[in-house]
């Protein structure tokens, strides 16, 4: 196998995997409780504050940047999907949270105001080519005052790796199920996923893949995009270890 360029997602491939299916199943998969946990997880990684500004990229429906706006951040959230947008905002609504959502693209940000943070929470990097990557970690960087600082939270290909593939993830709602076939392609280090929702009578599939990095691939890339200093963690900013099923990585400007 080849580095080809196939091995990237596309824009319909993204329609089709961040639809309204993929929020139908969201609470089955991240629980309330849980996204109370991650939210305060990331609140204390990129040491926030009462009015800090904090920029989420592919904020999906706004699952996290909603209950840090509850906490006193000022949030922007972009993502490409203007179904998860809209369930966003109503989230927000229905919450009494002003977040301000934006429609586009993690590698050309529309938007140039400095913030104090950045984050892509929930494996939500590493969907392109290696080049397109990287420009979304300058596009982060650019995004930042200085001193300002980017989170990515990712699964530890390590930990991944012991696992024979394909792996079959079943989650049922009602008489609903969302079936996501997972493999891993060692050739090409990325992660592919086939999505299978069987709802309301109606068979739907789509495709996700994602670049599976280490730690010294983001030292390289995060230093050749402006950052001074990384800093490793494991899930939700515990100890990383080999066996840690995620890949915590706080960025200084």
């Known amino acids: 196998m080849s580095d080809k360029p196939g091995n990237h997602v596309s824009t319909?491939?993204?329609?089709?995997?961040?639809?309204?299916?993929?929020?139908?199943f969201g609470d089955m998969i991240n629980p309330p409780e849980i996204s109370d946990r991650?939210?305060?997880?990331?609140?204390?990684?990129l040491a926030l504050r009462q009015g800090s500004s904090v920029l989420e990229l592919g904020c999906g429906y706004g699952r996290i940047a909603n209950r840090l706006a509850k906490k006193g951040a000022r949030v922007t959230g972009l993502d490409i999907s203007p179904t998860l947008l809209r369930k966003a905002e109503a989230d927000a609504a229905e919450r009494r949270v002003e977040v301000e959502y934006i429609l586009g693209d993690m590698r050309s940000l529309p938007t140039q105001d400095p913030f104090d943070a950045?984050?892509?929470w929930y494996t939500t990097f590493g969907y392109f080519d290696d080049a397109d990557n990287e420009k979304v970690l300058r596009e982060a960087a650019s995004s930042l005052r200085k001193g300002g600082r980017l989170l990515i939270d990712h699964v530890n290909r390590f930990a991944l790796l012991r696992d024979k593939s394909p792996i079959c993830h079943l989650v049922q709602r009602n008489d609903d199920l969302r079936i996501d076939i997972m493999n891993n392609d060692t050739l090409a280090d990325r992660r592919t996923c086939e999505r299978i929702v069987v709802r309301n009578g109606c068979v739907r599939r789509a495709h996700?893949?994602?670049?599976?990095?280490?730690?010294?691939e983001y030292v390289r890339m995060l230093r050749s995009a402006g950052f001074e200093t990384?800093?490793?963690?494991?899930?939700?900013?515990?100890?990383?270890?080999?066996?840690?099923?995620?890949?915590?990585?706080?960025a200084y400007k």
């Open 38 to 45: 991650e939210a305060g997880a990331i609140w204390n990684l």
């Open 208 to 216: 996700l893949s994602f670049r599976l990095y280490g730690f010294s």
């Open 230 to 250: 990384v800093e490793a963690y494991g899930q939700e900013g515990g100890a990383f270890t080999p066996d840690s099923p995620r890949l915590v990585v706080v």
């Open 118 to 120: 950045a984050f892509l």
């Open 12 to 24: 319909s491939e993204f329609g089709s995997y961040f639809s309204e299916d993929y929020f139908y």
